[in-house]
Every structure is written in structure tokens, then in C-alpha cells.
């Protein structure tokens, strides 16, 4: 039974490396987003796809930050030269259509910059 | 802003007593959902609530609408242990989803 599936669960990096994160959705779901979440903190929205499109990258927080999505299906999240701020857990969730409905998260990625 | 606020942000309760959080948001909505996340990881739905609807059950769980007040409530009714998380509630409206920053909720044994 597939639920969302993300990799890897723990990231550790050095600052000014390059990391790649990597969300499995639900088969069948065409609707995939980010959040970051710091510790105690509540969910911050990255960025939102429909099939390969992203319709809102609103919350990226900087250039830094990108993603893509092939096939309509996996996706990755690439932070380039990462920084300390950027330890956080990252989130990756799916829903069957649009976002409005039920959404699937995965376990997420812990990342932490030292 | 759409996105919903929940208060308490913290809440401590016994075994067996009730546990209500509120969710309190700016905008119309199409729906409000709750989630739950143990641990720091992956957020499990609970409950969808939708406009024109007031009350939603889910076994010991109760959910409220008051679009007037614009707000929510989450009932947990005979709380235990398990029930330990945070929670979440998320609104929706026009294909756009924000969620709130949550309430800790921690049942004592």
C-alpha cells in the first residue's frame, strides 16, 4: 500500500553544499506540494504542483530554492549552498485533484546544515 | 490572511478529559480541515469540514464551523495518552490551501 514515500529521512550537509530531496507521491494524485517546518514551529508552504507545473512557488524563500517535477509523478526539492537556517524538516504531501482536498503527507526529510 | 490560527497554542489535559482546540481564520473558505502530526513528522487528516456544513463527527472526534465568526473548534472527547500530538487545522478556498501554526496538545496518563 503506497502511501507517499520521501528520501532521505535524515539529511546532515555542511554549509554552502548542494542537497537534492526527493518526494514519491501517491500514485494517480496529480496535485504534490512542499512545506518546511522548523522545530515547534507550524507548516511553511514552498511550493505547489498541478501534473509537471508548479501554479504557485510562492513560498520558496529564496533562488536558492527550486523544484521540479517529471512525469507527474516524483519531484525534488534542491537547495543550492545551503545555509543554517535551512535545518528544518521538509514536508512533502499529495492530493487526487486540486488543493483543496485531502492531502497525504510523507514522513519527511530532517535536514540539518552544520 | 487565509490561513487559520489555533488557539491554544499549547494545551495540558488528564486521561479521560476532554481537549478542545479552535481555529480561528480571515477569509471565505470552501472547506477547513484538521490534521494531526506526531513527532515532528508526516501530518495524518482527520477531518474535513465544509462550508455549508456545522458539525462533523469521527469517533471521539467533534468538529464545529461557525463561518459567521469565522472559526472552528475540535472537540476530543476522553482523551488518552495517544491522543498526544499537535494539531492543525488547514482552510481552503479557490484551489488554495494554508495551514495554521498549530496547538500542542499533551495528555497526561
Known amino acids: 500500500g503506497a502511501g507517499v514515500s520521501q528520501s532521505p529521512s535524515n539529511k546532515v550537509t555542511e554549509k554552502g553544499k548542494d542537497v537534492e530531496l526527493r518526494c514519491d507521491p501517491i500514485?494517480?494524485?496529480?496535485?504534490l506540494y512542499w512545506y518546511r517546518q522548523s522545530l515547534g514551529q507550524g507548516l511553511e508552504f514552498l511550493i505547489y504542483?498541478?501534473?509537471?507545473?508548479?501554479?504557485?512557488k510562492s513560498g520558496l524563500p529564496s533562488d536558492r530554492f527550486s523544484a521540479e517535477r517529471t512525469g507527474g509523478s516524483v519531484s525534488t526539492l534542491t537547495i543550492q549552498r545551503t545555509q543554517q537556517e535551512d535545518s528544518a524538516v521538509y514536508l512533502c504531501a499529495s492530493s487526487r485533484r486540486d488543493r483543496g482536498g485531502e492531502q497525504y503527507f510523507g514522513p519527511g526529510t530532517r535536514l540539518t546544515v552544520t | 490572511s487565509q490561513q487559520g490560527e489555533e488557539d491554544p497554542q499549547a494545551l495540558s489535559i488528564q486521561e479521560g478529559e476532554n481537549a478542545t482546540m479552535n481555529c480561528s481564520y480571515k477569509?471565505?473558505?470552501?472547506?477547513l480541515q484538521w490534521y494531526r502530526q506526531n513527532s515532528g513528522r508526516g501530518l495524518v487528516h482527520l477531518i474535513l469540514i465544509r462550508s455549508n456544513e456545522r458539525e462533523k463527527h469521527s469517533g471521539r472526534l467533534r468538529v464545529t464551523l461557525d463561518t459567521s465568526k469565522k472559526s472552528s473548534s475540535l472537540l476530543i472527547t476522553a482523551s488518552r495518552a495517544a491522543d498526544t500530538a499537535s494539531y492543525f487545522c488547514?482552510?481552503?478556498?479557490?484551489?488554495?490551501?494554508?495551514f495554521g501554526a498549530g496547538t500542542r496538545l499533551t495528555v497526561k496518563p
Open positions: 500514485s494517480g494524485h496529480t496535485a
Open positions: 504542483f498541478q501534473g509537471n507545473s508548479a501554479p504557485d
Open positions: 477569509t471565505s473558505i470552501n472547506n
Open positions: 488547514a482552510t481552503s478556498f479557490n484551489n488554495d490551501m494554508r
